[in-house]
């Protein structure tokens, strides 16, 4: 419990709706209220977390991105919708065809360096974030979230017959 750890280092807490309070007052009045409080505090951030998570999950089940990062490829429009990034889409299909292409992931690695192509932070691609988008789904079409998957209403970047012939050549590879 955090008071105990507070007791450790002779720390004390001030609260400005109980300024009487201490965690080394007795008064059992105070533990009451304290508890209580807290109790109150952890419902509450329940209740919200529980309503968040209902709200996604209803945005996913019409087909829309509930949260988070856009994918490279991607943004969030001013309605809150996932749409195309002009400026960033073109790198999605670059890395496709150059995997379909060379056959490996080191090799688009070297291609994107070369080419002073970046991720959205301005660093250099990872091999590893190379692999998640070369196996992200949601290129295709798809929208995943908890264990619902479904298509999604956002604009496909990658056919399915090209998606798939990564993932067959992804397998290969890893045998």
Request: charged content about 25%; glycine content about 8%.
């Amino acid at each position: 419990m955090v008071q105990r750890e507070l007791k450790k280092v002779n720390a004390d807490v001030v609260a400005i709706e109980q300024p009487t309070y201490s965690i080394y007052n007795k008064d059992p009045n105070d533990y009451l209220i304290n508890g209580m409080m807290e109790l109150l505090d952890q419902y509450e951030r329940m209740s919200i977390s529980l309503k968040l998570s209902k709200g996604r999950k209803t945005k996913v089940k019409q087909g829309d991105k509930a949260c988070g990062v856009a994918p490279i490829g991607y943004k969030w429009n001013d309605k809150a919708e996932i749409v195309i990034d002009d400026e960033t889409a073109p790198i999605i299909n670059l890395i496709y065809q150059k995997y379909l292409e060379v056959g490996s992931i080191g090799k688009v690695k070297i291609y994107l360096d070369n080419k002073g192509i970046t991720t959205n932070r301005g660093n250099s691609f990872s091999k590893q974030s190379i692999l998640n988008i070369l196996s992200n789904d949601f290129y295709k079409g798809v929208l995943r979230h908890g264990d619902i998957q479904l298509t999604g209403n956002h604009e496909a970047l990658i056919n399915k017959i090209t998606f798939g012939k990564v993932q067959a050549e992804l397998e290969r590879h890893s045998k």
